[in-house]
């Protein structure tokens, strides 16, 4: 597999997980700020309320997540236009950088059905990341040689660390993390989704 900068990869996040700013202390205007190359999100664009998710493509919690709440949350509060659900890329290591580079070099509204393979079969392509990614960008039309210059794109990997990066002046340092109308929220059921969204609903 082609690999990205190691070092530069784990030792950026504990640098930036130390200087992390406490969560009262948060920038809504930063945190809602949409990265330099896009914001990927789904729901009402006004909605009266935001959900933000960091997660990395490779971190099994974040699988769970998208497998057993994710379905009730689209179902209940996305396609009902309640809320808009934004998910930022927080890749932990080198498979995930490379998924998310992946992901993000598809037409846009091929964006979140790749997000959908890469964490439905995550355990299979993790197994083998170069290899697992190529089945999974050939089955998206992308050749060997066009996947092989996606990951030689330093560009394309700083913009997607820079987000990471960024996530630790808020106080994320595990994954997933998500954000409800700029508050840092730990829960991960649907359960706990419900409680927390439907008293902002009104």
């Known amino acids: 597999m082609h690999t990205l900068n190691r070092r530069h990869l784990l030792l950026g996040t504990v640098a930036l997980a130390a200087l992390a700013a406490p969560a009262w202390a948060i920038d809504l205007g930063e945190l809602n700020k949409e990265p330099a190359y896009g914001e990927m999100s789904m729901g009402k664009a006004d909605a009266k309320v935001v959900v933000i998710e960091y997660a990395s493509a490779s971190c099994p919690h974040c699988a769970s997540f998208y497998k057993d709440t994710f379905p009730?949350?689209?179902?209940e509060?996305?396609?009902?236009g309640k809320i808009k659900f934004v998910f930022r890329e927080f890749p932990h290591n080198d498979p995930a950088t490379a998924a998310f580079m992946l992901?993000?070099?598809?037409p846009k509204d091929a964006y979140f059905p790749m997000i959908d393979?890469?964490?439905k079969t995550q355990e299979t392509w993790m197994a083998n990341p170069y290899e697992g990614l190529l089945n999974i960008a050939k089955q998206a039309g992308i050749t060997k040689e066009k996947l092989d210059?996606?990951?030689k794109d330093k560009a394309l990997a700083k913009s997607i660390l820079d987000v990471r990066?960024?996530?630790?002046?808020?106080?994320?340092?595990?994954?997933?993390?998500?954000?409800?109308?700029?508050?840092?929220?730990?829960?991960?059921?649907?359960?706990?989704?419900?409680?927390?969204?439907?008293?902002?609903?009104?």
């Open 165 to 202: 990066d960024k996530a630790n002046t808020f106080g994320v340092t595990g994954i997933p993390t998500f954000f409800v109308n700029g508050e840092m929220f730990k829960g991960e059921t649907i359960e706990e989704f419900r409680k927390k969204i439907d008293p902002l609903l009104g």
């Open 72 to 75: 009730a949350l689209k179902a």
């Open 103 to 106: 992901a993000r070099s598809v």
């Open 77 to 80: 509060y996305i396609d009902t």
């Open 117 to 119: 393979v890469l964490f």
């Open 149 to 151: 210059a996606i990951l």
